[in-house]
T-cell receptor, first 113, second 113 residues
Framework: SQQGEEDPQALSIQEGENATMNCSYK?????LQWYRQNSGRGLVHLIL?????REKHSGRLRVTLDTSKKSSSLLITASRAADTASYFC?????????????FGTGTRLQVTL | DSGVTQTPKHLITATGQRVTLRCSPR?????VYWYQQSLDQGLQFLIH???????AKGNILERFSAQQFPDLHSELNLSSLELGDSALYFC????????????FGEGSRLTVL
């Protein structure tokens, strides 16, 4: 089962524009992460935000977290064609002895020239 | 390069057969996670091992089994294969038991004919 759901499922923008994708999740979390996946390749970690943080930046990435609404957003500013990929949020469900990361359904981002 | 190595990259086999997927984690990482990615199910957590011990189990079928060896490499065994088992199987590693950043391999693409 998916813990998180990204919205929109697909997003197409032009180079230079900003891209915003959202993630909603169901249960309490310790942290939330965003990953990027180029077509058919392995996932690459982008950023981690802890449950007690509200906003985090990394280069052109800005992530916000609203635990009261169980939602997060990823903003990519000044997008480039190379940003074309699928983006997934991932949350950890603390089972007591170990955690597992549960991934959302992903947003496919297409950045055109 | 994430430092996580998965073999084989591609595998084509027939229904009813058995295959073994292999994963070598990043140097120093004690945790290995297995995920299955298919078009209809998204990225599904299968199982987590830490330093040779099973720590968390997800949606792993009884026909599937995994283990982590003393040298920390891991194998995922898939038996009595069905058409629906066709998917990308990812291995990821991390340092500790509670996932911070996961480092993903490039995946093993399994096609069952």
């Amino acid at each position: 089962s998916q813990q998180g759901e990204e919205d929109p499922q697909a997003l197409s923008i032009q180079e230079g524009e900003n891209a915003t994708m959202n993630c909603s999740y169901k249960t309490s979390i310790n942290n939330l992460q965003w990953y990027r996946q180029n077509s058919g390749r392995g996932l690459v970690h982008l950023i981690l935000i802890r449950s007690n943080e509200r906003e985090k930046h990394s280069g052109r990435l800005r992530v916000t977290l609203d635990t009261s609404k169980k939602s997060s957003s990823l903003l990519i500013t000044a997008s480039r064609a190379a940003d074309t990929a699928s983006y997934f949020c991932a949350t950890d469900a603390n089972t007591g002895t170990a955690s597992k990361l549960t991934f959302g359904t992903g947003t496919r981002l297409q950045v055109t020239l | 390069d994430s430092g996580v190595t998965q073999t084989p990259k591609h595998l084509i086999t027939a229904t009813g057969q058995r295959v073994t997927l292999r994963c070598s984690p990043r140097s120093g990482d004690l945790s290995v996670y297995w995920y299955q990615q298919s078009l209809d199910q998204g990225l599904q957590f299968l199982i987590h091992y830490y330093n040779g011990e099973e720590r968390a189990k997800g949606n792993i079928l009884e026909r599937f089994s995994a283990q982590q060896f003393p040298d920390l490499h891991s194998e995922l065994n898939l038996s009595s294969l069905e058409l629906g088992d066709s998917a990308l199987y990812f291995c990821a590693s991390s340092v500790g038991t509670f996932p911070g950043e996961l480092f993903f391999g490039e995946g093993s693409r399994l096609t069952v004919l």
